[in-house]
Nanobody, 121 residues
Framework: QVQLVESGGGLVQPGGSLRLSCAAS????????MGWYRQAPGKEREYVAT?????????RYADFVKGRFTLSIDNAKNTVDLQMNSLNAEDTAIYYC?????????????WGQGTQVTVSS
């Protein structure tokens, strides 16, 4: 059973930085896609960044975080981190860790419980 546990959220001032971490357990994650999504109050959940756990690491970012956020995966620890710099109020949201894998003939999504990020002075 796949489990994703996030940590690292909190309150930060505009221009500041936070690092989110997600620990995955319960399966072999080789070949899976791991990353982060976020949901702001009153808005739908949106894509932030993902990377594939394959020999060819294909890391992608949403346009609004390019140059500010960096995603990294530690294969040995089964963790996926999101380093967030130059944060602004629009980055305030609940951030969710995501794992996507192809199983049983379809793509399956697994989610963490979410961690709150608040950017405010």
């Amino acid at each position: 059973q796949v489990q994703l546990v996030e940590s690292g959220g909190g309150l930060v001032q505009p221009g500041g930085s936070l690092r989110l971490s997600c620990a995955a357990s319960g399966s072999n994650f080789v070949g899976n896609i791991m990353g982060w999504y976020r949901q702001a109050p009153g808005k739908e959940r949106e894509y932030v960044a993902t990377s594939s756990r394959t020999a060819y690491r294909n890391t992608r970012y949403a346009d609004f975080v390019k140059g500010r956020f960096t995603l990294s995966i530690d294969n040995a620890k089964n963790t996926v981190d999101l380093q967030m710099n130059s944060l602004n109020a629009e980055d305030t949201a609940i951030y969710y860790c995501n794992l996507r894998r192809f199983e049983g003939g379809t793509w399956m999504d697994y989610w963490g419980q979410g961690t709150q990020v608040t950017v405010s002075s």
